[in-house]
């Protein structure tokens, strides 16, 4: 177990040795295999923070979300929010702390319920959670929630299917802040959207984040919206977090090998810049079988033999920056 | 594009360039090249769009309001004998002429239509009911879902037809029975469908961010889930419906299905079987009805998918 | 010379709701051996111009105008037979999710092989050594075993590789690559982008790349077009439109596009610059420029007159009347 970096204020939300593992494939001629989709992580978010999780596909960063909010219960480790742990509580007592971490989704299409008027949507969690004293409280909330997110009010009475992507978004981000949580994982939430919009949400996220005092868990394989909305990074590679801290450090100095590379494969605007590129060769190997050793080692420009043989642990290397690696 | 159709540039192009300033660049403005739709009224729009659903729409309607009206649209007792009159060809009083006990078989399929619609549309609602509570407690709970799949499996290898038959030999036969013999037939299929709606749904992100936003279990089925899965059911319902009538037809047809007495097409048909090759009206016309009817309910099905499609293609 | 010429396009659907301009006077060139990027959000219409240079328009819904000249022949004018003759034999083509594109049940070296027989003839066995020669080509290891795989035994990347090699099989003179790489990560993105241009040095062919990211058209295009709501708002070589872009939508882009660096340059997390709005609707007309609605220059002469595209300096076209011009531009 690896020691899990310290923010800079108390933690909001601590997880210690995240591990959540699937079944796949068992069946009558064949054996049931584990797919370590998260194996072993630990971080915290400080309250008002945004922390970044980024990574490739199938490294496991979509499961730690689903863990935190409980679409998935983890197989091992502890998730403390204010200091009570959540990760083992059954579902009714569950129930009223999930107000407290709230989620926007990836697909502004998909994640509203196309049989429900807007104002439906945002009433559900204020009903869940009992916030709204009476029926005014509640249109008053709901005008409030519009207005914050920068929609219209009559939009309350309308179908998703009646906005655009972007806006469709908004009512994602209203529905989270609804529940009036402390903190919002945001999976992936501005991937599907094109740049102008992606810009304006962004620009939101921020805006509500300094406004509301919200700690943003925002989880992304856009390195670029990352480094300009983050205050902090975690690398994640088939379920192990390889390189954690300040954002600075991460995007300025990264340590980690496959940070580097990551950072130098993202394409620039900028058609002057010769960039030395680090392209790694080769695909993510599978969560199935992980390689032994460290997990970066089959694409790794820099590999060595203890890398194939001895796991690395994630260690400081700086001021709240730490990383997993033999050669740091 | 209809061949008469002439390019045509929109708006007063160079009246608005006279009030430009001389120097500047403007863009020739661009003649659309599909032509307006001619202004129609909704009905002929809806005809146009959908013939299908349209004629089996009207179709189900005529035989619907023929089954309402049964007893004042020219018919005499469907069960009244006149042994004088018996296997007469169509002729001004007997319109579709009369069987071997000289019965008017105008007057009998006219009436025969009322089981017909009683039984499509019963079985049709009491299958839908009862395969959504199945279905979405077999989708939801994991436990369950294995036992109730094994015995709809089970169910399902027999053939439906046999299966209503076989339960029809178990009771005396009326239309009440024939009804819930065909029910219990068609249970496992619309169970089926269901589950793999639920299924599906209860990926979809909405669905994850009701349970996000505390909502209870139970409200997640019946807010979220149950509503959506409406839809596919509707038209699954509209298959069943045809597909109940034809049942009946067959149970009756084969002596299995409502007593002789009442008369239905399928019974009409049973007893018009001896005479086919010399009298083949006593038959054609409750077989006329009965594919008539068949084809427009499933028209009409074809039609609500096609609306739903369209619906959820505009979503997305 | 010039190798496509798209003339004065129009692409035109009939929606229950309207007309929908899709794509409406839409002109640009591709010159033999070249890259020109296609850029825009969703909605601007350039995925519909690469399925009309392909023919694969189903028309109606679709109805088009103008011209697409392919060597001198107009490609909207051909049957389908002899499109079929184009597409996939002097025009290759690249989609975004390789998995939809592949055949299932074919192996790769199959799918690969019979557009060769198809195209120019070649024996089974020739079709097959000629599979395991473009599949080396594309970087793919191991080509004799994997040219009998099918394509889900394949990773992301690889069936990226294989439909690569499946759009260069004939030599095509055009390839059109629509989002190549958008389904992609971002370290596969990197090899294939480096693939493409690596290729297009090897086999001197044309792309036509179709792309939302403009960090990607930096990196492999020569020239770019930018499209807004169906019409082509700027036109410029790489270099030109990212160092002294002339269309406020193009500046709005680049500005709001979040760039690698940003830590270095400010200690806190900044804010991105915005596009204000959205892509108005195509199915009314507009009078006056299309970008009014969201720009923050326009004034009552861009809601009246819609700006035509016109040279700002040499080989650098944009539609705007403010769009600062040089004194060379003509």
């Known amino acids: ?328 | ?316 | 010379m010039l190798l496509l010429s798209v003339e004065n396009l129009q692409i035109h659907f009939r929606t229950p709701d309207g007309v929908n301009r899709a794509v409406d006077g839409l002109s640009f060139t591709v010159a033999a051996g070249e890259t020109l990027a296609v850029v825009g959000e969703s909605g601007c219409g350039k995925s519909i111009t690469a399925m009309a240079v392909l023919g694969l328009l189903h028309r109606p819904p679709a109805a088009t105008a103008g011209a697409i000249r392919f060597e001198g022949r107009d490609l909207l004018r051909l049957s389908e037979p002899e499109m079929r003759e184009i597409r996939g034999n002097k025009v290759g083509m690249i989609f975004q999710e390789p998995m939809t594109s592949l055949n299932p049940v074919l192996t790769i070296g199959r799918q690969i092989g019979e557009t060769l027989r198809l195209h120019q003839g070649l024996s089974r066995d020739g079709a097959k050594e000629r599979a395991v020669e473009l599949l080396r080509l594309v970087g793919i290891a191991e080509p004799g075993r994997r040219v009998r795989e099918y394509p889900h035994q394949l990773s992301g990347g690889m069936r990226q590789r294989a439909m690569i090699a499946m759009a260069l099989a004939c030599s095509p003179k055009l390839l059109i690559a629509d989002e190549p790489t958008t389904a992609l990560d971002v370290t596969i993105q990197a090899q294939i982008l480096d693939l493409m241009r690596d290729l297009k040095q090897r086999t001197g062919a044309a792309v036509l790349l179709i792309t939302h990211d403009l960090g990607i058209v930096a990196e492999v295009a020569d020239r770019v077009i930018v499209l807004y709501g169906g019409r082509k708002v700027e036109e410029a070589a790489v270099a030109d439109l990212f160092r002294t872009p002339r269309h406020p939508y193009t500046r709005g882009l680049l500005g709001a596009m979040p760039r690698l660096g940003a830590a270095e340059r400010a200690d806190e997390p900044g804010r991105l610059a915005e596009i204000p709005g959205m892509v108005p609707s195509l199915k009314q007309r507009l009078e006056g420029c299309i970008f009014a609605g969201r720009c923050r220059e326009a004034t009552d002469l861009c809601r009246r007159f819609a700006p035509a595209l016109e040279p700002k300096a040499p080989r650098h076209l944009a539609a705007c009347h403010y769009a600062p011009k040089d004194a060379l531009a003509a």
């Open chain 2, 1 to 316: 594009m209809s061949a008469t159709f002439v390019p045509r540039a929109p708006g007063a192009a160079d009246g608005i360039r006279a009030s430009a300033p001389p120097d500047l660049a403007i863009a020739e403005p661009l003649p659309d090249i599909i032509p307006p739709r001619k202004a129609r009224g909704r009905a002929r729009r809806l005809v146009a769009r959908h013939p299908g659903a349209v004629i089996g729409g009207v179709l189900l309607a005529v035989v619907l309001a023929m089954a309402l009206l049964a007893p004042w649209i020219g018919t005499v007792d469907p069960t009244a004998l006149s042994p004088t009159q018996r296997t007469r060809a169509p002729s001004a009083l007997h319109w579709f002429g009369t069987d071997l006990l000289g019965r008017d078989i105008y007057s009998r399929v006219v009436y025969g239509a009322r089981v017909s619609l009683v039984i499509g549309f019963s079985v049709a609602a009491l299958a839908s009911a009862a395969g959504l509570a199945i279905g979405l407690v077999s989708g939801m709970m994991r436990r369950a879902d294995g036992i109730i799949m094994r015995i709809v499996d089970g169910v399902m290898s027999i053939p439906p037809i046999l299966l209503a038959v076989a339960l029809m030999a178990l009771t005396r036969g009326s239309i009440g029975n024939v009804i819930v013999a065909i029910t219990v037939a068609e249970i496992p299929r619309v169970t089926r469908l269901v589950r793999g709606v639920v299924l599906s749904l209860r990926e979809q992100p909405y669905v994850d961010a009701a349970i996000v936003s505390g909502t209870r279990p139970s409200t997640v089925i019946w807010r979220h889930i149950l509503p959506n899965s409406l839809a596919p059911m509707t038209v699954q319902a509209t298959y069943i419906c045809a597909s109940a009538m034809i049942a009946e037809a067959i149970l009756s047809f084969i002596g299995a299905g409502v007593p002789p007495s009442t008369p239905s097409w399928g019974n009409i048909m049973a007893e018009g079987r001896a005479l086919w090759q010399v009298k083949f009206t006593i038959i054609l016309f409750p077989a006329i009805f009965l594919s008539l009817t068949v084809l427009a309910v499933n028209l009409v099905g074809d039609g609500i998918r096609d609306a739903l499609d369209a619906r959820m293609a505009k979503d997305v």
């Open chain 1, 1 to 328: 177990m690896s020691p899990s970096p310290r923010p800079p204020a108390p933690a909001l939300l601590q997880v210690s040795d995240l591990t959540k593992h699937f079944r796949v494939g068992g069946s009558v001629l064949r054996k049931a295999r584990t797919l370590r989709a998260v194996d072993g992580i630990s971080f915290a978010v400080a309250p008002g923070e945004t922390l970044s999780l980024v990574g490739e596909s199938g490294c496991g960063k979509s499961t730690v979300a689903r863990s935190l909010v409980r679409l998935v219960s983890p197989t091992s480790g502890q998730v403390t929010l204010a200091g009570q742990r959540i990760d083992d509580l059954p579902a009714g007592t569950l129930r009223p702390l999930r107000r407290r971490i709230q989620m926007v989704f990836q697909d502004p299409f998909s994640s509203l319920n196309p049989r429900m008027r807007v104002r439906d949507i945002l009433a559900e969690p204020i009903r869940n959670f009992g916030l709204a004293k009476n029926r005014a409280d509640l249109d008053g909330r709901l005008a409030a929630l519009m207005e914050r997110v920068g929609l219209p009010r009559e939009a309350l009475s309308r179908f998703p299917h009646e906005f655009s992507g972007g806006q469709r978004q908004r009512i994602g981000i209203a529905r989270a802040l609804a529940a009036e949580p402390d903190l919002i994982i945001c999976d992936e939430a501005v991937s599907a959207l094109d740049v102008s919009v992606k810009a304006q949400i962004v620009n939101l996220l921020q805006n509500l984040q300094k406004e509301l005092d919200l700690a943003l868990l925002f989880i992304s394989h856009d390195l670029a919206v990352v480094e300009h909305m983050t205050h902090r990074v975690a690398v994640m590679y088939l379920g192990k977090i390889v390189e954690i801290g300040p954002r600075r450090d991460i995007f300025a100095h990264p340590q980690h090998p496959y940070t580097r590379a990551l950072l130098s494969a993202v394409p620039v605007p900028d058609p002057g810049a010769r960039r030395s590129r680090i392209v790694l060769r080769g695909d993510v190997p599978s969560p199935i079988d992980p390689p032994r050793g460290c997990r970066f080692h089959t694409r790794c420009p820099h590999v060595v033999a203890r890398c194939k043989i001895e796991e690395p642990r994630l260690d400081p290397i700086g001021r709240d920056h730490l990383t997993a690696c033999h050669l740091a």
